[in-house]
């Protein structure tokens, strides 16, 4: 193994006494779907397997049941019966064939349960859970501590190096400890002594049934970010029990699932919580994991350097970039697929049911379907668009051996992505522009920035022809449309043109929700973690039971009215896991939502629109319109009668509903196939 003496922290091993791990990096926990697919371990395999490749130190499985109540869904996974064992050592034999370790996580769900037969130390229902839990008694809560234990017996069984305890994000162990879900008067409830009895109870067990060659992580919740959390003290207090009762590590927990604040969408500052860990550290003994929005080894061994834990956890990077350690290890960092934070392919899809995958590698949890195999028979392909269909399709075509060539009208690659990262809090969408970058650049692909190419161009001298056009802006047609107050966004991203103090944004999707926070944030607290951490009501002073105090928002640079003709709430389309803090940044910088309008005209007054039956003019200076797209494929015909192979991807192919994450699929997929 190469060392980068760049990486001192993180690429040093951690003797845990009865084993090493190879550095300080941690595959966090993600469910990917594959769990409950048919036939679904033998991809799970490959998933992990691939990660072990990659050099990563331990990996956590996503979380698996220790019983039947316990799981998120009804059809949940669950590790409690001998028969379960033979499935999961494939993915522990794929894992091992590499020097890497792998953790079973337990996590039993409490009333987070999607189902009528949920369990919670109370019967109080969860605000983001449909589904009422039943009170567990004294038996019950002794029978799950021995399911944990059983469970942890049988990953052993099956080959795992440990298991990670789920103390954290709102399931049933957090609702134990706080008393905002546990309202008990026995000895699980009423002092804190008898709410964290439940999981000191179970690190016991587990370490009994399982062993002293066994690790043990704890997820511990050292911020629950709602109100009648853990305090600091009890943190502590608890963090000190878990470590005499037997744990060999401590992860980090961030907020319930039902807290109002952010923990992971991209508009998080990178590493916004790693202050209490590092807080907690000076406390305990044994080593702490770090965690939350670190996607970067260079900001990775800043984190460890500054004592802010022993390991870091990252998740999502690894399914952006499986190769992320040994890139890493090889000084090759330019070259890692940084994880945007977007939550499109991954928790979006596994909130909605679907398997999880990467909105920048669509190979993730594909690994044994989405292949790409050197070309027995070089072509030579023009590729004419180098958003993120293009540059997709251009890497993977040009790895396989093909001779591309990409071209753009624009001087830079990226295409709208280059809009998307000015605004604040997608300051990420830079990272893929540069991955990108030094990928097409390495597979050799000849890029052609500023020109232009035509149809007789491109109808003779190549075998194939892609066309990743893109979309052109969709323009409205009322009267006024051509007043000098209408601009479109492109207007305003790209060419950056003056705009006054009042606003108008006629279409409330994707890009009326990112324009009008553009249009209302002076600056970006993304860039800025203490005025972030005030926004959100984060207390890094540790005052209030669950780290919160009252907001303190940043006032608007502008006033914003964000307009749609639909009759639904403004915003009901967004992203599933980050919808709702699009929705409040706009709320809190007071901006107008306006369902079911109906625009009338544009004049030197302002626009004029019905809404409830009513006229109304909007006093504004500017109107501006982000009324979806169209698709930009008018060679596409003419190509085709010429007899060339020509192919569409990307919003050329569909502009309505297209996405990043469908653009850079389609380019992989036909790339494969070409
Ligand atoms: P484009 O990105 O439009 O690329 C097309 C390229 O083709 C351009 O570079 C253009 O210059 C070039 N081109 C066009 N015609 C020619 C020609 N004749 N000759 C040469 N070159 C040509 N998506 C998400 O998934 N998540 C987000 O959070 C997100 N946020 C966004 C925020 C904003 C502000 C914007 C504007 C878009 C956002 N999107 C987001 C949408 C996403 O960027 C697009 O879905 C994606 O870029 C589409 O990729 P594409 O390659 O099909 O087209
Ligand atoms: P969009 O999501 O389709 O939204 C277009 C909006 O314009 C809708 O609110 C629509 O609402 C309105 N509209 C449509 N036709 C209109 C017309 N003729 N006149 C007036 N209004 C009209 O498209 P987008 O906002 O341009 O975004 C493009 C894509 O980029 C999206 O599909 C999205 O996936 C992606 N994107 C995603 C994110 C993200 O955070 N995930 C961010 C930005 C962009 P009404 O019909 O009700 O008026
Ligand atoms: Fe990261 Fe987005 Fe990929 Fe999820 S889909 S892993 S958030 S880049």
Known sequence: MT?????????????????????????????????????????????????????VGIIVTGGISPNLRGRLAPHGSQMSHFWHVNKHKKITEAVHKYDSKICLQLLHAGRYGYHPFSVAPSKIKAPISPFSPSAMSDRSIRGTINDYAKSSKLAKKAGYDGVEIMGSEGYLINQFICSRTNKREDQWGGSFENRMRFPVEIVKAVREAAGEDFIIIYRLSMLDLVEDGSTYEEVVALGKEIEKAGATLINTGIGWHEARVPTIATSVPRGAFTWVTGKLKKELTIPLITTNRINDPEFAEEVLARGDGDMVSMARPFLADPYFVTKTEEGKEESINTCIACNQACLDHVFQGKRASCLVNPQACYETELKFYPTQAKKK????????????????????????????????????????????????????????????????????????????????????????????????????????????????????????????????????????????????????????????????????????????????????????????????????????????????????????????????????IEIDGQEKLLEVDHVIVCAGQEPLRDMYQELADKGVSVHIIGGADVASELDAKRAIRQGAELASEI
């Open 3 to 55: 060392v980068n003496s760049k990486y001192p922290n993180l690429l040093k091993p951690l003797d845990l006494g009865f084993t090493t791990i190879r550095n300080r990096v941690l595959m966090g926990s993600m469910h990917t779907g594959l769990e409950e697919e048919k036939n679904g371990f033998d991809k799970l395999a490959a998933f992990y397997e691939e990660r072990a490749k990659g050099g």
């Open 381 to 608: 392909i023009a590729v004419v668009g180098a958003g993120p269909a293009g540059m997709a399709f251009s890497s993977y075509a040009a790895e396989k051996g093909h001779e591309v060539h990409l071209f753009d009208k624009n001087q830079e690659i990226g295409g709208q992505f280059n809009y998307a990262k000015q605004i604040p809090g997608k300051e990420e969408f830079y990272h893929t522009i540069r991955y990108f970058a030094d990928r097409l650049n390495k597979a050799g692909v000849h890029i052609h920035l500023g020109e232009v190419k035509t149809v007789d161009d491109l109808a003779s001298g190549y075998d194939e022809v892609i066309l990743a056009t893109g979309i052109q802006p969709r323009d409205i047609t009322i009267p006024g449309h051509d007043h000098e107050k209408v601009y479109g966004y492109l207007d305003v991203l790209r060419d950056h043109k003056p705009v006054g103090e009042r606003v108008a944004v006629i279409g409330a999707g994707g890009i009326g929700f990112d324009v009008s926070e553009y249009l209302t944030e002076s600056e970006s607290l993304t860039l800025q973690p203490e005025k972030w951490m005030a926004e959100w009501g984060i207390d890094p002073s540790y005052e209030n039971p669950g780290a919160i105090k009252r907001p303190e928002h940043q006032p608007a640079s502008r006033q914003v009215y964000l307009l749609q003709r639909k009759q639904t709430k403004v915003g009901a389309g967004l992203g599933k896991t980050t919808g709702w803090i699009h929705r409040s940044t706009l709320k809190n910088k007071r901006v107008e939502m306006l369902a079911g309008c109906t625009y009338k005209e544009v004049n030197d007054q302002g626009l004029i």
